[in-house]
């Protein structure tokens, strides 16, 4: 059974420029839900997603979106990119809102120039 | 909001040996999950052990066990028989029970776990 995919793994953009990353949960999970990692803040949650619905948002600015398809992959976008945005960027999926165990995809590595 | 925090930046361990890994976390609810992850340089989060705040018994899995205790708010992580394989960064995290985990995993910043051979 495939894990989660993220792609792409790796993504240099410039200021103000807007970028879509992209999630596959893992095959029946239909929770997606998405993480930034950076050295300063560590993990912070930042939206889950459950059958095309969004259930919550992390503490951030809404320049942060994300969106779910029937088929349970998803996207999250970022507009107007701030250097402050250089992060690595996790998904995470699992079977449904009852389930308490996550799988995290490798992340995809977000550098702003 | 709950707050998990992890006092050790960084633990070295000789191979073979035991090393335990700190977390306490703060929050006002009754019923939650904690979990510790395991990040290795590949970068992806693995669930190491999971533990249910209404269960007393304390998670095993093979080499790794917790000491969950809950009136102190603290969920140590033990590594028993270190191997080099366990090197990496482990995070513990919370997770409340109630709204079905809508609100996410709070984590902690972290341990970087060193294994000597």
């Known amino acids: 059974k495939a894990g989660v995919t993220q792609t792409p793994r790796y993504l240099i953009k410039t200021r103000g420029q807007q970028v879509t990353l992209s999630c596959s949960p893992i095959?029946?999970?239909?929770?997606v839900s998405w993480y930034q990692q950076t050295p300063g803040q560590g993990l912070q949650f930042l939206f889950e997603?459950?059958?095309?619905?969004?259930?919550n948002k992390g503490n951030f600015p809404g320049r942060f979106s994300g969106r779910q398809f029937s088929n349970s992959r998803s996207e999250m976008n970022v507009s107007t990119l701030e250097l402050g945005d250089s992060a690595l960027y996790l998904c995470?999926?699992?079977?449904?809102?009852?389930?308490?165990?996550?799988?995290f995809g490798s992340g995809t590595q977000l550098s702003v120039l | 909001a709950q707050t998990v925090t992890q006092s050790q930046p960084e633990m070295s361990v000789q191979e073979a040996e035991t090393v335990t890994l700190s977390c306490t976390y703060d929050?006002?609810?009754?019923?939650?999950?904690l979990f510790w992850y395991k990040q290795p340089p590949s970068r992806q989060m693995i669930l190491v052990i999971r533990q249910e705040a209404y269960k007393q018994q304390n998670a095993t899995e093979n080499r790794f066990s917790v000491n969950f205790q809950k009136a102190a708010k603290s969920f140590s992580l033990k590594i028993s028989d270190s191997q080099l394989g366990d090197a990496a960064m482990y995070f513990c995290?919370?997770?409340?029970?109630?709204?079905?985990?809508?609100?996410?995993?709070?984590f902690g910043k972290g341990t970087h776990l060193i294994i000597q051979p």
């Open positions: 929050t006002s609810e009754s019923d939650y999950y």
């Open positions: 095959s029946g999970h239909r929770s």
């Open positions: 995290a919370y997770r409340s029970a109630t709204r079905g985990g809508a609100d996410g995993l709070t």
């Open positions: 997603y459950f059958s095309e619905t969004q259930r």
């Open positions: 995470a999926s699992r079977r449904d809102a009852t389930n308490e165990k996550l799988f």
